[in-house]
């Protein structure tokens, strides 16, 4: 049940964002219909759960884990953009298999989504505890496969991360 009122939270929050209507209860109303009606196909369908509202995580994911993630994001945005303006364009495509040190299934998808949504780097496929990602250039897989990444995400599921090495060449 908590996860369908967490759920039911979020959802009529992001429409009260996104749709900016706050001063039309006819509107609101209709806003506050669909995500019921959202949630009741949800339930019908039996799809929430720890994964699809993940109350456990609380509120950290928005204030610790988001903010450094947007930093990482605009950062390697930026890496990838003088890569592609450059005349020579260095690229040194490569597939590296990461260690995902995560101890849940959730914790290793937030870890290949958060490789996937940094500029230069795609999660390709996750093999048990390690993700293949195909990354533009070395330096740039290099960096973004620090266990930087992979110890907030530990940080964020409540594991410690472990200390064994994160990342290799395929």
Request: glycine share 8%; aromatic share 6%; with cysteine.
């Amino acid at each position: 049940m908590k996860y369908v009122v967490t759920l039911g939270l979020l959802l009529l929050a992001n429409w009260l964002l996104w749709s900016g209507h706050f001063e039309s209860p006819f509107l609101i109303g209709l806003g506050v219909l669909s995500c019921l009606g959202c949630l009741f196909l949800g339930v019908r369908m039996q799809i929430i759960d720890e994964e699809g509202a993940p109350a456990q995580l609380g509120i950290r994911p928005f204030t610790h884990y988001a903010p450094w993630l947007i930093k990482e994001i605009a950062v390697s945005n930026w890496e990838v953009a003088k890569i592609v303006m450059s005349p020579r364009m260095p690229l040194k495509r490569n597939l590296i298999l990461v260690n995902a040190k995560q101890q849940t299934p959730l914790g290793r998808v937030i870890y290949a989504n958060s490789i996937t949504l940094t500029p230069g780097t795609v999660s390709v496929e996750m093999l048990g505890d390690k993700v293949r990602v195909h990354a533009l250039s070395l330096k740039e897989a290099a960096d973004e496969m620090s266990s930087d990444m992979s110890d907030r995400v530990c940080r964020l599921e409540g594991s410690r991360p472990s200390s064994d090495e994160s990342r290799k060449d395929v």
